[in-house]
């Protein structure tokens, strides 16, 4: 969310109350009573004014480069003008800031405390783009559970996670928030994250103070901006809206998702702020939400930049679509009684939204406990523990997407490495702790994780000598370096010249018996605001990685970044690549386990990666031409292709090496034709041919050969990940129904359409074996 993060939230300084147990005046609700008439109840004491308050989020506290501020937050909130704050850390100081809202205000609504836990709290995972490249959904899902264990404990019982923005252009910076290209894994993940926040189960979520309140977001269609540029015009069909960007948001819906936020840019010239057709045709009437939708950051005032009109108006628009709950604006405590003074709104419809509001801090138990989650002794115990970091630092190495590992000289590949020698790493990302965990952590201890460097020397002492060097800068240009490092995660700008740090580097390398580059991004190069033209490694860092090649010595390319790269030189040149996203809080260590072989990498993309640029967008799931060039070809007069560049990505949707190799046998089918209450089980063996034990993510693709609409070349609907020994195999089935192939078509309706259809299975979405059955 928009500037969030900025905020330095110190509240505890405003108030002096001592901290003491204190019975909200709603607490001793009757155990017969229920949810809706207890609101109804205390809905029918409360005055337009604070029917209205509960609808402001307000951020609070010293703001660095805000937007809004609020000086006078405790005065609100002892008016009961208040419904919750963000981004406020610290359970004693939420507990404090609790305490003025149940005993000061007039009626003793307990506020909702909502932080950006985006992937993980204290203990870190990978960012969002690597945990989906686990394609491990149980993996996915304790990452959530761990965040919600540690967020509670802290005193937050909301999150504004997951981002389930599904988006095909890697220049937009967000994709690092993101699951990716596809929306059938996209909503695989959205509704591993919903348990893991709320809890597993449906029927029991919020029950416990450990489980927390999930923001689904951004609805809808951020992840598809013009020109790959943050916050820009989003424009598309109601049909392509449908079939290939609305499902994950869906997903997290039938999770059962407890909130949903709005999204920035517009959808069908509308604002989605202000778009009823979205936020209660679709959102509400046609899938059932019944939790609150709130914007993001300042969304109801940055329409009057859309030109929808002055902050009275927007908000009035906002309000009628069917927003909730205004973050930071102000519009609605500052405009929406005298819209209603003036006939522009009904009170029926602030009644609805304060329901919404009082209904989420029941679900969450606030009223029965304002101090539910504000128990002063579980941070020590509960927060950045062993347990957590040892499952943090097992999902980042099952994260890191090996794409390249060729032989060195003739040799074996260079990959895993003995754990003898000595090593060098080089690089600007080598040495930094405060860029290990990647962008949007914000509770995150930074300056406490260990560098690259650091981790492997201390898991391989006694046994590895490692050495270090810096070799470049981030980039040549200091004042994009500036950009690129925000928020405490600086790289300590070298003012050495860029020869002095080569020769450097070279000193260091020429002691080494393999080279380990750190390259890429910082974190703050990906991420909200950090969008990008240029993919390529940045210049100073390609120079350093042409200079190690030629040293004739082993090179490892350990790549961070946040999003898919144009690696086309590095693919050609560097003998291996392991991509390592950013893996939070113990990505060090699990690169180690990578690196040396105690982890044999399992990570697939979900995220193509293109060539150049100008390839973009590139994605699997793409439809064919009337004029498709052949197969295996690169250019054809009259053909949809380049003059310049093959039309294939670098690596493919689903790709990823192992330590060892995997032999997929032909598909069998059960039946060639498939029943319209039938099923049909798909099924391949799949062989470790190599040396090593390993996970193999072995991936489904249907395609409708023909269709009322035109359909994709191929889409993925099935995944399972499998642990393989060394020379075994294992049969993997997969179920079709009927309830694979619904699509919509011309007018939206939700149809399978009979006819001929492909399956596929492979390891990645490009090297597939393919079998037909019918659709009756």
């Known amino acids: 969310m928009n500037m969030k993060r900025k905020a330095k939230l110190i509240i505890g300084s405003l108030f002096t109350l001592s901290i003491g147990l204190s019975s909200c005046q709603h607490s001793a609700t009757s155990s017969s009573q229920t949810m809706d008439q207890f609101i109804s109840d205390l809905m029918s004491k409360m005055t337009v004014e604070e029917k209205i308050g509960q609808l402001n989020l307000p951020v609070t506290g010293e703001i660095t480069t805000g937007e809004a501020t609020n000086s006078d937050v405790a005065k609100k909130i002892e008016q009961g003008l208040v419904g919750g704050l963000f981004n406020l850390k610290g359970v004693d100081k939420i507990r404090e800031v609790q305490k003025l809202a149940v005993e000061k205000s007039r009626l003793g609504i307990p506020l909702i405390f909502g932080m950006d836990v985006i992937h993980g709290y204290e203990t870190i995972f990978p960012i969002p783009l690597g945990l989906s490249c686990t394609w491990n959904m149980e993996a996915i899902e304790q990452s959530a559970r761990i965040a919600a264990t540690e967020a509670s404990a802290d005193g937050i019982c909301w999150t504004f996670s997951p981002m389930v923005d599904v988006s095909r252009d890697p220049r937009w910076g967000r994709v690092s928030e993101g699951n990716g290209e596809d929306p059938f894994l996209g909503g695989a993940i959205a509704q591993a994250m919903v348990r893991g926040y709320q809890g597993k189960d449906i029927h029991k979520q919020l029950k416990n103070n450990n ?90 005032s940055e329409m009057i930049a859309h030109g929808i009109g002055d902050l009275q108006t ?136 260990p560098s690259l460097y650091e981790g492997l020397k201390e898991m391989t002492a006694g046994k590895v000598n490692v050495l270090y060097a810096k070799g470049s800068n981030l980039v040549s240009d200091e004042t994009y370096e500036e950009r690129a490092t ?131 967008p590139l994605f699997y799931n793409h439809k064919n031409t009337g004029r498709p060039l052949p197969q295996g070809k690169w250019f054809e007069k009259f053909r949809s292709n380049y003059l310049d560049v093959d039309n294939d990505p670098l690596y493919p949707f689903g790709y990823g090496l192992s330590y060892t190799t995997f032999q997929y046998s032909d598909i069998h089918l059960d039946h060639s034709v498939l029943q319209k209450d039938g099923k049909i089980i798909a099924s391949v063996v799949v062989t470790n041919t190599g040396k090593y034990d390993g996970a193999e993510t072995v991936q489904l693709y249907i395609r409708d050969l023909v269709g009322s609409i035109t359909r994709p070349i191929k889409e993925l609907k099935g995944f399972k990940k499998v642990f393989i020994k060394a020379g075994e195999s294992q049969k993997i089935s997969f179920e079709i129904t009927p309830g694979l192939l619904y699509f919509y078509d011309f007018d939206l309706n939700y149809v399978t359409e009979p006819g001929r259809f492909d399956v596929m299975i492979g390891g990645n979405s490009k090297t597939v074996k393919t079998a037909q059955f019918t659709l009756e």
């Open 211 to 300: 489980q927390i309140m999930a923001c689904v977001k951004h609805f809808a269609l951020y992840g598809a901006p013009d020109a790959g540029r943050d916050y820009n015009t989003v424009d598309m069909s109601r049909n392509r809206m449908f079939n290939e960007y609305l499902y994950p948001y869906q997903a997290a819906v039938d999770a059962g998702v407890g909130s949903v936020m709005a999204s920035f840019n517009e959808v069908d010239g509308v604002p989605a702020t202000a778009n009823k057709w979205l936020m209660t045709d679709v959102l509400r009437n046609q899938w059932g939400f019944n939790g609150f939708v709130v914007t993001d950051f300042t969304g109801i």
């Open 486 to 616: 925000m928020f405490g995660r600086s790289l300590n700008r070298d003012q050495r010249s860029d020869k002095e740090m080569l020769q450097e580097a070279l000193r260091v390398a020429s002691r080494s018996d393999v080279i380990i580059a750190a390259l890429g991004e910082s974190s703050e190069m990906s991420g909200e605001s950090s969008c990008r033209t240029n993919l390529d490694i940045p210049d100073v860092q390609k120079e350093l990685l042409k200079v190690l090649l030629q040293t004739g010595k082993p090179v490892v390319l350990t790549l961070f970044t946040g999003r898919p790269l144009t690696l086309t030189w590095e693919h050609a040149h560097v003998p291996a690549i392991l991509n390592v996203w950013f893996g939070g809080s113990e990505a060090a260590y699990a690169i180690g386990d990578v690196l040396f072989g105690d982890v044999n990498p399992s990570g697939k993309l979900t995220m193509t990666f293109p060539k150049n640029v100008g390839q973009i």
């Open 314 to 449: 927007a908000s009035k628009r906002a309000l009628d679509a069917g927003i909730d709950l205004d973050m930071v604006s102000e519009g609605f405590i500052g405009t929406v009684k005298q819209s209603v003074a003036e006939g522009k709104i009904e009170m029926s419809v602030i009644d609805q939204a304060c329901r919404r509001i009082l209904e989420a801090k029941y679900k969450l138990g606030l009223f029965a406990d304002p101090y539910k989650y504000c128990d002063l002794e579980r941070p020590a115990k509960e927060i950045f523990t062993q347990d957590h970091r040892a499952m943090a630092r097992q999902i980042a190495s099952e994260s890191f997407v090996l794409l390249k590992n060729d032989g060195f000289k003739g040799q074996t590949p260079i990959l895993p490495l003995d754990k003898k020698g000595t090593v060098a790493v080089i690089g600007p990302l080598a040495d930094t702790r405060s860029n290990m965990p990647g962008t949007w952590s914000v509770a995150a201890r930074l300056n406490e994780y």
